[in-house]
């Protein structure tokens, strides 16, 4: 019986993936009644999968269709290699990005025969209780999935504002314009503010008292909100005023329009210099919107209250923020390890 295991494990030359030669481990691991994978590397798993589970299957396949699985887990290790963890911290948010690269590069049947390699190979991590859940139902061939959003960390976020800087072409005027596009993106890094919110705010809403610096105005549904400040913000609202009057533009407004006189920037405007800043720094085009839904998680996660989360953000109902707070709940367990 050992003899006829011990023939079955035997990689043959074609079916080898390139991979490492680890036939003694491999033949370790099989020792037992069941497979052990503890010990093995991913590189190794991988091998073991496409020895005892995939080649007794395909060995009868033609040489094209032997050659189009290789190239199909081939794919999945190098996924697995660059751009996660590796096989035992696997979440799913990695599978979710997965699935957005494969759709993104691949047409729909060679998605569909590589989505069911990753669920066999799923199933094997799971079955062999290397994995304690079963993410093979994660992996779904619906139509193209939108990638999981994750809320980056405030050195990421602060960078992206900085960039805001950087997306002015025009020479004139370059240096005012500069700094009132870095003025608006610590604005939206540091308000939670809405678009429309951002657009329609005044100098005159900025003040300074001995303690604080805040802004205040009306939000939506004509509601009166004060928001603190912080203090780079300030000073570079305060930087922005200066230079306007030094360059003679009169405009109320700190999102001021350069071509117009008592005019902010359009939404549109607003939009474009947000998603190339974003651009310059991760791989995708965030909104003005993502701000705002960044700075209500990040308070949240801090441990702000509801209710205090609820003042600033202008959310009518605590509902809404809680919603937020849910959310954040959600992400964080699916971005746990499954060991």
């Known amino acids: 019986m050992k003899e006829e295991v011990m023939n079955e494990i035997v990689i043959k030359e074609e079916a080898t993936l390139a991979f490492a030669d680890s036939r003694e481990k491999l033949l370790a691991v099989l020792e037992d009644d069941h497979l052990n994978m503890e010990a093995l590397s991913d590189l190794e798993i991988f091998e073991l999968f496409w020895a005892t589970e995939l080649f007794p299957i395909y060995s009868q396949k033609s040489p094209h269709t032997k050659r189009a699985y290789k190239q199909d887990l081939d794919y999945i290790l190098r996924f697995f290699v660059t751009k996660t963890q590796g096989v035992k911290q696997l979440t799913i948010l990695n599978l979710h990005e997965y699935l957005k690269d494969i759709h993104d590069q691949y047409a729909p049947r060679t998605v569909k025969r590589r989505n069911a390699m990753l669920r066999r190979f799923l199933r094997f991590l799971h079955v062999n209780n290397y994995h304690v859940r079963d993410l093979s139902i994660q992996v779904k061939d619906q139509m193209k999935p939108e990638p999981l959003r994750r809320e ?57 008292t001995s303690s604080m610096s805040y802004i205040e105005f009306k939000g939506k549904r004509e509601k009166w909100r004060r928001i603190p400040l912080s203090k780079k913000s300030f000073q570079l609202v305060q930087r922005l005023r200066k230079l306007m009057q030094i360059e003679s533009i009169m405009n109320p407004y700190i999102c001021f329009n350069i071509q117009l006189t008592d005019a902010p920037i359009s939404y549109e405007t607003l939009r474009l210099i947000s998603q190339s800043a974003s651009s310059q720094l991760t791989s995708q085009k965030n909104s003005p919107h993502w701000f705002r839904r960044s700075f209500i998680t990040k308070l949240l996660s801090n441990g702000v209250s509801l209710y205090e989360v609820m003042k600033i953000s202008g959310h009518e109902s605590i509902a809404t923020t809680n919603k937020y707070l849910q959310n954040l709940k959600k992400e964080h367990l699916n971005t746990l390890p499954f060991e």
């Open 152 to 208: 980056i960390d405030f050195d990421e976020m602060e960078a992206i504002a900085l960039a805001f800087r950087y997306t002015v072409k025009q020479k004139k005027n370059r240096e005012l314009l500069q700094l009132r596009n870095e003025t608006i993106g610590y604005l939206l890094l540091t308000t939670g503010m809405r678009a429309s919110e951002l657009l329609s705010l005044q100098f005159s809403h900025v003040h300074e």
